[in-house]
């Protein structure tokens, strides 16, 4: 039912920052844990950062702690991703998701997904 489109990424410099947008429609996300993914060419999915629905907790992969920063706006029904001191290690499409039940950390868990958007770092 929901459906997410995601937005923001590009073409950037290593130590640039960028900003990724969820946006979601046809249904509310207010009640839902969200999380972010990316998947680089000839490597699989894997997991990025989330972020509760009840309390907002967040939790992060190790690679990118420190570094990137997820928050929601429930009034504007969009997720987002600040993503600093970007890596060529960063390069991938990058994924929002709706979570409704299940371990945040599999990608399996997750209910919904936008297309991606293509961030790419270069050195």
């Known amino acids: 039912q929901v459906q997410l489109v995601e937005s923001g990424g590009g073409l950037v410099q290593a130590g640039a920052s960028l900003r990724l947008s969820c946006a979601a429609s046809?249904?509310?996300?207010?009640?839902?844990?969200m999380g972010w993914f990316r998947q680089a060419p000839g490597k699989e999915r894997e997991f990025v950062a989330t972020?509760?629905?009840?309390?907002?907790?967040?939790y992060y992969a190790d690679s990118v702690k420190g570094r990137f920063t997820i928050s929601r706006d429930n009034a504007k029904n969009t997720v987002y991703l600040q993503m600093n001191s970007l890596t060529p290690e960063d390069t991938a499409v990058y994924y929002c998701?709706?979570?409704?039940?299940?371990?945040?950390?599999?990608?399996?868990?997750?209910?919904?997904w936008g297309q991606g958007t293509q961030v790419t770092v270069s050195s």
């Open positions: 998701a709706v979570l409704r039940i299940g371990r945040y950390y599999y990608s399996s868990s997750y209910d919904y």
């Open positions: 046809g249904g509310t996300i207010s009640m839902y844990t």
């Open positions: 972020i509760t629905w009840n309390d907002r907790s967040t």
